[in-house]
């Protein structure tokens, strides 16, 4: 029997490791993360999907959510459809050009290796 352990996990948000920028065009909102440390690339690309992300804006994003990967700058961006009511001159709401949506972004919660 081993007396090692399985490393052990940590959950966390992306705010914690990452900062966020949010664009628009009509209703499609561009959000690019960008990691503040290199060592946190592989994790924010394993885990921050398209997937992981349509399910965690569900809310605000009615449409497909593509992912570009562009790891020379430690980024990802996301491009959101359907995100923004209609967009800037059509929409009634709140915030019309989806500034908000790169702080929800970063209230994603991810798992991390804990520190030892």
Known sequence: MS?????????????DIAHCRAGDKGDTSILSLFVYREEDFE?????????????????????EVTRHVLPQLGALQFVCAHALAGGVTTSTA????????????????????AAR
């Open 3 to 15: 007396t090692e352990s399985a490393p052990s996990r940590s959950v966390r948000t992306l705010h």
């Open 43 to 63: 994790l924010v690309v394993e885990q921050v999907t398209a997937g992981a992300v349509t399910a965690h804006l569900k809310d605000t994003v009615r449409g």
């Open 94 to 113: 709140l915030d019309t050009h989806g500034k908000a949506l790169s702080f929800a972004l970063l209230a994603m919660p991810i798992e991390s290796k």
